[in-house]
C-alpha cells in the first residue's frame, strides 16, 4: 500500500462467483499480511484479488 489508501480483497471461484470478500479503509503505506478463512471451500481453484488506489494485483489460490 502506497500512501493512505482503501483496500479491497475479493476471492472468486472457477466459476467467477464472489466467495469471499475484506475491504479495509484508510490503511497506511506499507505491506500487510491478510489471512483468509478457507475452511468452508471446497478443493479446487480460486483467484485472489487485491486493489488499492488504482494498484491491483491477483493471484491464485489452491485449496486441496
Do not use: C, H, W
Not at 36 to 47: C, K, V
Amino acid at each position: 500500500v502506497e500512501g493512505k489508501q482503501d483496500v479491497a480483497l475479493v476471492v472468486y471461484n472457477s466459476l467467477g462467483e464472489v466467495v469471499y470478500t475484506r475491504n479495509e479503509n484508510g490503511m497506511s503505506a506499507g505491506e500487510y499480511t491478510f489471512e483468509i478463512p478457507t475452511s468452508g471451500f471446497t478443493s479446487g481453484m480460486y483467484l485472489i484479488s487485491v486493489q488499492s488506489g488504482q494498484a491491483s494485483s491477483s493471484k491464485r489460490l489452491l485449496v486441496k
